[in-house]
Every structure is written in C-alpha cells, then in structure tokens.
C-alpha cells in the first residue's frame, strides 16, 4: 500500500537479469503506475529508465489479441489444433529430429519448463535451442569446465563489500543500469576501484579508475597474462589449488602466450596486473564482450583461472559475476533449456541423469544426444531438415547472426508457429501460426535473475482479448499431441512446484540446482513467495558455492583449463577493412518491440547509427551526420555516421536494436557473420569484418507526425515521440513532386498543405493540415537536414503555423535533445542552467532541474557535459 490508498502488487522487471523489484498499481483504465520495490534484494527500490517507463509500454494498441492462421484471425481451437496435428505428422512421417522449438531466456522459468519437457521428454528430440545460445552459452560451458556445473557463485552483495570490481566486455552502466548504480554507490562509501576492459570507451568507463582498450578478441591474452604474473609472483593461493586441478598446465600456456596481441601498453599491463593481484577482494563482471566470441568460452575460463588460482571465489567481496542479460536467464539454465542440457542442471548426455528424469516424466523418448544449437538450427531450417519449427518470445529474423539467411529460412520453412504478443515483428510477419501470448503485467510465474534470486512476476492487468499464458499454450499442444497427463497443468504454481520436485533428484546426484524446499509449496505460499536465493533445500535457503573448495566435478576438484588466445575468426583485409562491434544503447530493449512504444525511451537515441573514428571517417570522406553504407558478403545496413574516438582506427560500432519495423536499412545482424565458439556454440555477435562508404544520397529528409507515417526512402528510421512519430529519411533518388510524397508519407491524400520549395538548391519544406491542427511536416535538403528537431517533434496535433521555418520563434526555448529521460530533461537546457545559474556538479544540476535524480542512468552524460563546458580546450 502506499499513500493512495489502492494496494499495490509485487512484481519483477521484465528486462534485464538484475531482475529488479517493482511495485505495480493498475490505474483501472489499463494502465499503470510503478515503482521501484524499497523490499527486493537486488534493487532496495532503485529503477533505471527503462523500469521508470513500464508503464508506457503496457497499453493495448500494438497487441496481438487472437490467433492466426494463414494471416487470418481465427481461434484458439483451431489454432491449436493445427499446431498439434502439423507438429505430430511431421513426426511421424520425418521423425522427431525434423521439428525443433526457438525459445528464449525472457520466458518465465514455468513457461520454459513446459516448453522443454515437451520437446525433451514427449517429442523426444533435443532440438529445443534458446537465445540464450546468443548470450550465455559460453559462460554455461566455462562455468562447467571449471566447476562441472554451470553455477554463478558470485552475489550483488558481493560488489557491494568489493576492493576492486572489474568489467569484461560490459557495459554495466547501460545494460544492467541498477547493478552499476549499487557499484558506485559502493565506490563512495569504500573507494571501490573499477577497471574496465573493453575495445570500445563506453559509459561505464566514466567511473573507472582504469580504462584498458584492448584489441577485439584479445581478452584471453590479458588474463593469461594475469595468470603468469599471479605465478611468478608466488600470488596463488597454495592451499586453495588443492581444490583444483590443471594449475601448472595452465600457468605454462599462460607463460606461452603473447600479451602484445592485446595493444595495450606493457605499462597498463602491469599496472592492471599488480591492482588485481594486491586486492584481494575482487569481483570480475563479465558479459558479451566476452561470452559473445569464437573464443567466449576460453575468454570465461582465462578469467575463473586467475580466480582460482587466488582462491578468489565464493567468499564475500570476491569471486567472478557472469551477469546475465534476459530477465530469466539464469531460469532457462535452470530448467536445461539449451540442446545441450537437461533440467535441473543435469546432464542429457549422462544415462543415470536421463534415466532418472525419464522416470520423474515418465516420459515415453527422450533424445540421449545433443540437439541442434540455434545457428545450426536455423541452417537446418534453411536446408529442409527442419520442417516445422515453434518460435517463442524471441524475434530471430532479428538477432539471429546472417540475419537474412535466417529471416529467408523462416520464410521458407514448411511450417512456422510464432508465438508473440505483437504481430508486426519481423519474425511473426513470418509465422503461418500466430499465438497471442500475454505480456508482463498478465501473467504469473517466476525468474531467476544473475545471482541466482527467484522473484515472482505477478499479473495485475487483465489479458487482453484471446492472449494466453505461453505455459498454458505450450501445455494445451502437449494434450493435443495425446499426453494429457504429463501435461495437466492448470496454474503456474504445479508447474513449478514439479521442477522443484525434479530438482531434488538433481540434488541427489549432487547437482548444485536444488530447490526441492520448494516442492510441497502450496498455491498461497506461491502466491506470496518473496524473493529468494538457490539452493533451497529443506534445510539450507541460499548460501555461497566454493568458498569451502567443493566442485561439482567428478572427485570435487575445479580445473584450471589451459588457454591460449585466439583472434576473431573473420579476418580484416583489403575488401573488408573494418572491425565491426555491436551491442546495446541504455533506453532501448532488443528489439524495441516494448521500449520504442515508449516516448521517454525513445528520445535518447532516436535513430540508429555507427560510431567510427576520426581517422577512418577523414580517410573515407565521411562527415558528422552522413550516412553510411556498410556492407560484407552477409548484408548490407545504412546507418548514421557518428564521428567519435570512443572507438579505436579500424572498429566501428553499432547498436543491434533497429528492424524491419523501425528502420529496415539497419538490421545490424544481416552484417553479422553466423561463427561459433567451438565449445559452446555461441556466435561471435561482435567482431565481423565489413567495408564503409558514404552513401550518395541525393535527399535527406526529416519528418514529424501525428500518426504513424509510411515512409518509402532507401534509408530510414521511425521513432516515437510524445506527440507523434519522428523519422529521419535519405533516398539516392531525387523526387519531383515533395507534396505528393508528403501526402503518401502522412496517408493523408485530404489535407491541406502549405508548402516552400527550391527544386534548383534540392530544398523542400511542406506541412499538412487538418482544419488548423498539424498532420505531419517533412524537411527535405540535399545535406542532413538542419532544423530544430527536438522543437519540431512537439509540434504535430498543435496549430503549428510557422513551422516551416523549422525552428521555433525567438522568444521559445529549445530544450534540445533529451538526456534525462526519466524527468525529460534536454541537454541544452541542462548546458543553460551550467552556464546561467554556473552549476558545477551533477548533484548541483540534479538539484536544480531534476536531471538525473530518479534512475541515475544519465549521470555519467550529464558529467561528460560538465566536463566539456568546464575544459573547453578537452572538449575538442
Ligand atoms: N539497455 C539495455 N540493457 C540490456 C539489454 C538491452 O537490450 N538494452 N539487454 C540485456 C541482455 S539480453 C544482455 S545479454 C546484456 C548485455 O550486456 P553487455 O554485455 O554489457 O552489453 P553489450 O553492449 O552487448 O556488450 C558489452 C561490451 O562488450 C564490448 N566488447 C566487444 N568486443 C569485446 C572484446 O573482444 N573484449 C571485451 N572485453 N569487450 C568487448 C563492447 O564494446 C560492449 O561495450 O544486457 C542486458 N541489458
Ligand atoms: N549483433 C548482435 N546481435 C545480438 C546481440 C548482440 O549483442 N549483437 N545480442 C544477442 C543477445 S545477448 C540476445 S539475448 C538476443 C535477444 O534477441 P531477441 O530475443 O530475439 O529479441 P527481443 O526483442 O527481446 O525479442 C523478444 C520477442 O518476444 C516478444 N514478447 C514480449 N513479451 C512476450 C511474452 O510474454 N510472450 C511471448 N511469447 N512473446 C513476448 C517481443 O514482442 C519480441 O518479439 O539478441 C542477440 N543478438
Ligand atoms: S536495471 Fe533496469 S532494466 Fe534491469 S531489471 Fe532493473 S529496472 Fe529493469
Ligand atoms: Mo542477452
């Protein structure tokens, strides 16, 4: 309850692996108010923006709200029905290897759970894969090297009580904005140390202490490095490497190893190595800078050797943190959702594990190799071998790397079911069965977030129109293929409550992933369960894994696995000279599918780009605002050209959010080459090789709008805005007739029109009204286009007479584009108040405006603003 008087409901994020508590009150209207849960574990009442703005994104305009079949609503019956009967003739004529399910790591661990025991115990083939694949696949295959089983021994509670926290291939600032937040609430009150270890400058190197711009790829070397100084300074720890195996193996491969491939100075070198080995309490962080590699899986073990040898791990304040990305997961893990496990961390491959979770299904199949791994999946699909395939809660078309392969794949398999809760994503565009699912907010379950806490996701809004939970439709084709048994379910509570009874035999095997506390949980308790650490026995709740030197392999020793650094598997030459980096911006989700219905979110970064350096962009003639064509032997993408030396000569980066659906030329991963980690499988999203040249527009344009336009341009990119929508457009062209153009891009053939135009400089400026009231204004130039655009996007619905000047009358202040999303506070209003009211701080502009006071995720930009008005000379 809060002052309202309206009760409140406990809930999780549904982003990212943080998995932070919120507070939800439904208004009655279908909306919602939230706040951050002052109780939760991982965030004590913290958000970041993209918390801050759940309630944008939960309306009901963009729903999917009924089945289709053959692009025609129809309902559940019939869909259903032909799921089963596709699924089970396809079986029957090809086997159970012909079909396979795509799911994801955003799944409840319920949903997921059903999904796998279908697949796994009842089709009775392995070929149930989940973007997990593209995300947590090496550290699952690392941790169970290491440990012989994929457990995260690291906790939140560990960065808070650490010396020194070092981020791998993470942009922790941006992508898990709460955690970072805790970090340097911790380095104020400790002085906590951070080192980052990224090619790429990024927010979260605002904080640091030490910023190491190693090559792509080279990460192995460093720590090898690490390992040999940890040696031949006498650092190891003697009595911990009783617990473990592979030491002197791994320490000669170490010595073996050549650091200079990683660029960096031997100075840093040592710097870095002589920090890490004098703290004793030290957390390494890592994420896809590391996982998402050729060499992910050696990268995650390069990092647990220096850990073990240390005997670095398990205790409080030290120890390695693989932070996951999807809000579950860590669940997924749980209950063996990748082809290559099994529930309850047990292994598929292990006759005694099969055989047990056989019984516990009574499970007529079950496949006792591995299935296909979402690249070779989605090959399979593309050669025939797959012939029907089940694709939930993931947008593959998208983030699949050689994402046009993979998007013609779906395209052309025989059978596609996609269960979504949008029908406009590029992969449901694809589907020829479209299941609504609910969304967050809805439905009921649970999620295990990066360090093991299982929190609730409660439903607290009506499910809209025929939507269904994703368990409740995987379990009614489990029926309808002829197990009514094995999947009776009628609430979230039995599922979970048999995985926790599952997860006893784990235990009995001695298997880390026990909640078997759980089994006998009854419906209220289930209801009520508050957020809680695993392993939850009957006799033990939470705890540490390792401190006490015990290891899941085979005699309960850990290895330390020998390594030698290996570089990205595509190799820059001639034809395709640049390194591209992909990975994410702080506002947006994936792939937008929620975030960009958010205009709050929407306005930090409202069009896709690529970040290249000085150097290159002088070398290719490509100026500030440009765009650029990027193309390898995979795709082609234009994108923004953003000049910055954040990136080093010879990278470029660029972030995977945009689609078909938000800016069809910049789906990033149709550039991203399908290479795996030999081990895991895991793609290497980051480290392609691709040529850039500008792209010869003839017009740039820019537009705002009351609606949704229909743009029709070789580039461009739609966003949200308060009032309406935003594009940026630029075709390689010329047009005639601007007015015409405006009237198809606005689908407004009546309205009027006051226009300007200079067809001999390439100028066109036509605005569109109805009665007085503004439908749309298109901006078109030869050059980017220079208007006020942050004025501009106010202007649609409002009688915006002079807006063909397109900048605002003298006496209306411009906030400029915005930077606190959370309160919308634009930079030039903040560089105002800096200038005017000579503020100096954060916390003084914070006070003063509001800036980045709530989520915190603007601070580290709101300081660089600072930084440059104050050094004028720094600040190029
Ligand atoms: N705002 C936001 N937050 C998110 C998500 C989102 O979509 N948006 N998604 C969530 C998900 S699913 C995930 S998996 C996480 C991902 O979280 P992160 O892994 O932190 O995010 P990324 O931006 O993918 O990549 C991290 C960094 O790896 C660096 N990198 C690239 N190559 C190398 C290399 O060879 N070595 C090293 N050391 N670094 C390298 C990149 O420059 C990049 O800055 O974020 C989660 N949080
Ligand atoms: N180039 C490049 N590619 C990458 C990455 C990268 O760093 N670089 N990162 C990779 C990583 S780490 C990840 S995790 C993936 C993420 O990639 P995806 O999982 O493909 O992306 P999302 O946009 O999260 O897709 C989620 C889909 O589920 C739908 N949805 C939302 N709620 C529900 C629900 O309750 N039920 C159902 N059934 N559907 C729902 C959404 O509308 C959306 O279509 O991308 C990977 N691809
Ligand atoms: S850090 Fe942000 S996105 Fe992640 S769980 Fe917390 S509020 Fe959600
Ligand atoms: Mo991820």
């Known amino acids: 309850m809060d002052g309202s008087g309206l009760p409140e409901t406990r809930s999780t994020c549904p982003y990212c692996g943080v998995g932070c508590g919120v507070l939800l009150r439904p208004d009655g209207r279908g909306g919602l108010d939230v706040r951050g849960d002052p109780d939760h574990p991982a965030n004590f009442g913290r958000l970041c923006s993209k918390g801050a703005a759940l309630a944008e994104t939960v309306g009901q305009a963009h729903r999917l709200l009924a089945p289709r079949v053959d692009g025609r609503q129809t309902d559940w019956d019939t869909a259903l029905q032909q799921v089963a009967d596709r699924f089970s003739a396809t079986i029957g004529r090809h086997g159970p290897d012909s079909v396979a399910f795509y799911v994801s790591g955003q799944l409840l661990t319920e949903d997921y759970y059903v999904a796998n025991k279908l697949m796994k115990g009842f089709i009775g083939s392995a070929n149930i894969d989940t973007n997990s694949r593209l995300c947590m696949a090496s550290s699952v295959a ?11 021994p690291g906790t939140y509670e560990d960065i808070d009580e650490a010396d ?6 993470s942009n922790l600032a941006w992508c898990h904005p709460v955690l970072y937040q805790r970090l340097l609430s911790a380095r104020k009150s400790r002085g906590t140390r951070i080192v980052v270890i990224d090619p790429r400058r990024t927010a979260s190197c605002d904080g640091a202490d030490m910023h190491l711009a190693l090559q792509p790829g080279s990460d192995v070397a460093l720590f090898n490095r690490l390992l040999g100084t940890i040696h031949e300074r006498g650092a190891a720890d003697a009595g911990f490497l009783s617990h473990t195996d592979g ?9 073996a190893d050549d650091a200079a491939v990683t660029g960096l100075s031997s100075r840093q070198i040592e710097a870095f190595c002589a920090l890490w080995i004098r703290t004793e309490k030290v957390v390494t962080i890592y994420s896809q800078g590391v996982n998402q590699s050729t060499s992910g899986t050696d990268k995650v073990n390069a990092i647990l050797n220096c850990h073990l040898a240390t005997g670095r791990i398990g205790r409080p304040g030290m120890g390695p943190l693989s932070v996951t990305g999807q809000p579950n997961a860590m669940g997924g893990r749980e209950v063996g959702g990748l082809a290559n496990t099994l529930a309850c961390h047990l292994d598929l491959e292990n006759p005694d594990h099969r055989g047990a979770v056989r019984t516990f299904w009574d499970a007529p199949r079950m496949p006792d190799a591995p299935g296909l791994k979402a690249v ?11 012939k029907a395939l089940w694709i939930i809660h993931t947008n593959p078309a998208v983030t699949m790397p050689e994402a046009d392969a993979v998007r013609d794949a779906i395209a052309g398999c025989e059978f596609t079911v996609v269960s979504d809760i949008s029908a406009t994503t590029d992969t449901a565009r694809l589907a020829d069965v479209l299941l609504p699912a609910t969304a967050w907010g809805e439905k009921d379950g649970t999620v295990t977030n990066s360090d093991r806490t299982i929190s609730r996701q409660r439903a607290v809004l009506a499910a809209p129109g ?3 939970p994703d368990w409740a439709i995987l379990a009614e084709v489990g029926r309808r293929m002829g197990h009514d048994r094995a999947f009776d379910y009628d609430s979230p509570a039995e599922i979970f409550r048999e995985h926790a009874a599952l997860s006893r035999i784990a235990g009995q095997f001695g298997r880390d992933f026990d909640i078997s506390g759980f089994a006998d949980l009854d419906d209220r308790a289930y209801a009520g369960l508050a957020p809680v650490r695993w392993p939850v026995t009957r006799t033990r709740a939470g705890g540490r894994f390792f401190a006490d030197g015990r290891f899941f392999h085979a005699g309960g020793n ?5 390594v030698t650094c290996r570089p990205p598997a595509a ?3 001639p034809r395709y000279p640049f390194r591209l980096n992909t990975g ?8 937008m599918t929620r975030t960009a219905l958010s205009p709050r979110l929407s306005a930090h970064l409202p069009e896709p780009f690529i970040d290249l350096h000085p150097d290159d962009a002088q070398s290719l003639g490509i100026h500030a605002a440009d765009l650029v064509q990027v193309q390898n032997r995979h795709g082609q993408a234009i994108l923004r050209a953003r000049i910055t030396d954040a990136v080093q000569p010879g990278q470029v980066f660029a972030p995977m959010h945009w689609t078909g659906e938000t800016a069809p030329s910049a789906r990033i991963d149709a550039l991203v080459a399908a290479m795996t980690d030999p081990v895991s499988g895991q793609p290497e999203s980051k480290a392609s090789v691709v040529a850039l040249t500008r792209f010869d527009a003839a017009w740039y344009g820019f537009a705002v709008s009351r609606d949704a336009m229909l743009p029709n341009a070789d580039y461009w990119a739609m966003a949200r805005t308060e009032h309406g929508y935003r594009a940026e457009l630029a075709g390689r062209d010329p047009r005639a007739d601007w007015e015409a153009e405006a009237r198809r891009l606005f689908r407004s053939p009546g309205s009027s029109a006051v226009s300007i135009s200079d067809a001999g400089r390439g100028v066109a400026r036509v605005a569109l009204y109805m009665g007085r009231a503004l439908i749309g204004a298109l901006f078109v130039a030869p050059r980017p286009v220079a208007v006020m655009r942050d004025y501009l996007v106010t202007l649609p619905g409002q009688a915006a007479e002079g807006i063909l000047l397109g900048r605002p009358a003298a006496d209306v202040p411009n906030p400029g584009p915005v930077l606190c999303s959370c309160l919308g506070v634009g930079v030039n209003t903040i560089v105002e108040a800096v200038e005017t009211r000579g503020l100096v701080s954060v916390e003084a502009i914070g006070e003063a405006l509001g800036a980045g006071t709530n989520c915190g995720s603007c601070r580290s930009e709101i300081a660089a603003i600072l930084r440059g008005l104050t050094a004028p000379e720094a600040a190029q």
Do not use: S
């Not at 020194?164 to 291939?169: A, E, I, K, S, W």
């Open 142 to 152: 690392g941790h169970k090297r290491a440990f012989g089983a994929d457990t995260v």
């Open 164 to 169: 020194l926290v070092v981020l791998v291939g």
């Open 247 to 255: 030491y002197d193996d791994a320490v000669a491969a170490a010595l």
């Open 376 to 386: 070779d999946m989605f090959r399979a699909v593309g050669d025939g071998r797959i």
């Open 466 to 468: 025929a939507a269904r």
């Open 558 to 562: 850990a290895r330390i696995v020998p």
């Open 571 to 573: 190799k820059t030459g």
């Open 584 to 591: 994410r911006l702080r506002d947006q989700w994936h792939t």
